[in-house]
């Protein structure tokens, strides 16, 4: 059965530092296409960081230099170190498994809520 598990999330003060996991089971990690995605009330879900099977990543322009996506293949498990948080990263943040054409489907976590306040 094909899992990914968020945690990590929580509340946090403007500035602070936050590292969310996800940890994945029932797919060939090894060869994912891992992203972060997160939604804010009232907005559409967007694209946070991605990073490839190779390594490769890429990031939001709202997150670039503060957030950086790894992945630990024995472990199975993404993380997402943010920094520098701000109000505006407040969100529901979602790992998500690309697709693998004819191999594979797309598969999303369940979320982890982040909130950035004093």
């Known amino acids: 059965q094909v899992q990914l598990v968020e945690s990590g999330g929580g509340l946090v003060q403007p500035g602070g530092s936050l590292r969310l996991s996800c940890a994945v089971s029932?797919?060939?990690?090894?060869?994912?296409?891992m992203d972060w995605y997160r939604q804010a009330p009232g907005k559409q879900r967007e694209v946070v960081a991605t990073?490839?099977?190779?390594?490769?990543?890429n990031y939001a322009t709202s997150v670039k230099d503060r957030f950086t996506i790894s992945r630990d293949n024995i472990k199975k498990t993404v993380y997402l170190q943010m920094n520098r948080l701000q109000p505006e990263d407040t969100a529901v943040y979602y790992c998500?498994?690309?697709?693998?054409?004819?191999?594979?489907?797309?598969?999303w976590g369940q979320g982890t809520q982040v909130t950035v306040s004093s």
């Open positions: 990073i490839t099977n190779s390594g490769s990543t």
């Open positions: 029932g797919i060939n990690f090894r060869i994912a296409t």
């Open positions: 998500h498994k690309d697709q693998i054409l004819s191999l594979s489907g797309e598969y």
